[in-house]
Nanobody
């Protein structure tokens, strides 16, 4: 059974930092490109960041570039999203995605940026 389980969401102060984690099970994690997406109320799900399976190349959306950083630990089957200088516009449900021969999604974790 494939599972992607996100954690680390919560309330973040504007300008603050938060680290999200996503632990995978049931997949050969090393083969999967891993991404973080987010979805705010009334909007479409958008890609935030991607890290490739073996070369660990990273890509970011323009709105988070320089503030968010994606990383992975293949031994722990975990992908992280370090969020820095959080802004109110970053408030959303954050989803973990793994893609190789198939695409899998986690259930999401809520991040709220508010004072």
């Amino acid at each position: 059974q494939v599972q992607l389980v996100e954690s680390g969401g919560g309330l973040v102060r504007p300008g603050g930092s938060q680290r999200l984690s996503c632990v995978a099970s049931g997949i050969f994690f090393e083969n999967y490109d891993m991404s973080w997406y987010r979805q705010a109320p009334g909007t479409e799900r958008e890609l935030v960041a991607t890290i490739t399976s073996r070369t660990f190349e990273t890509k970011y959306s323009d709105v988070v570039k320089g503030r968010f950083f994606i990383s992975r630990d293949n031994a722990k089957k975990t992908v992280y999203l370090q969020m820095n200088n959080a802004q109110s516009e970053d408030t959303a449900v954050y989803f973990c995605n793994g893609k190789w021969n198939r695409s899998y999604w986690g259930q999401g974790t809520q991040v709220t940026v508010s004072s």
